[in-house]
């Protein structure tokens, strides 16, 4: 009888450490047909130029005349928000006149598969523009100041009161895109849909 109780306890001892990850079986192929969850993404790392002034965590693009437009990430799923602005570093303040500081555009290649940094064709295409009411007022930049956007990707085209405002064929598709700030200044963020 005591065999028996002690071949039970053996058992038991034996299911839970092994259903505990501590005991692995040696020399067998286990193979479980599961459903596994996807592998999270490492952490996007972006490289910041010194005496960049901007939110820390961000992805600044080239500067003009110490301006930078940035974005949280460099690439994105369709779906997400995507954190973008401007940040002035300078010592002078920017003005920027509303309507449509900002413009979001889509690059659009010809079919021989060029990129934007080697084309022979293609363009950017504006599928969106900034939400904020078209006033003509002016926005100043002072130095060290910065100007952020939220833009849901998920909902965009059918909110209310948007930062991001559809114009064109707005549709989202995996691409490269990027915020444009004209204002006489000319400065970009190129970010990627996956």
């Given at each position: 009888m005591k065999l028996h109780i002690y071949s039970y306890v053996a058992m038991i001892i034996?299911?839970?450490?092994?259903?505990a990850g501590c005991l692995e079986p040696t020399g067998i192929n286990m193979t479980i047909n599961a459903t596994q969850e996807?592998?999270?993404e490492p952490c996007e790392t972006c490289t910041v130029p010194e005496g960049f002034c901007?939110?820390?965590g961000v992805c600044p693009g080239e500067p003009v005349n110490d301006v930078y437009a940035f974005t949280d990430r460099n690439t994105y799923r369709i779906g997400e928000v995507v954190e973008?602005?401007?940040v002035n570093c300078g010592e002078e303040r920017q003005a920027f006149v509303t309507p449509d500081p900002w413009w979001i555009q889509r690059w659009v290649a010809n079919t021989s598969g060029c990129t934007p940094e080697n084309c022979t064709g293609g363009m950017w295409e504006t599928i969106g523009r900034s939400g904020i009411s078209h006033t003509?007022?002016?926005v100043y930049l002072y130095p060290g100041d910065n100007?952020?956007?939220?833009?849901?990707?998920?909902s965009w085209d059918a909110a209310q009161g948007k930062n991001v405002e559809p114009v064109g064929n707005s549709t989202l598709t995996p691409g490269t895109y990027r915020i444009w700030i004209w204002n006489?200044?000319?400065i970009s963020k190129?970010?990627?849909f996956v």
């Open positions: 034996f299911v839970v450490l092994a259903s996807p592998t999270p901007g939110p820390p973008f602005g401007i003509g007022d002016i100007w952020t956007v939220q833009w849901d990707t998920a006489g200044i000319n190129e970010f990627e």
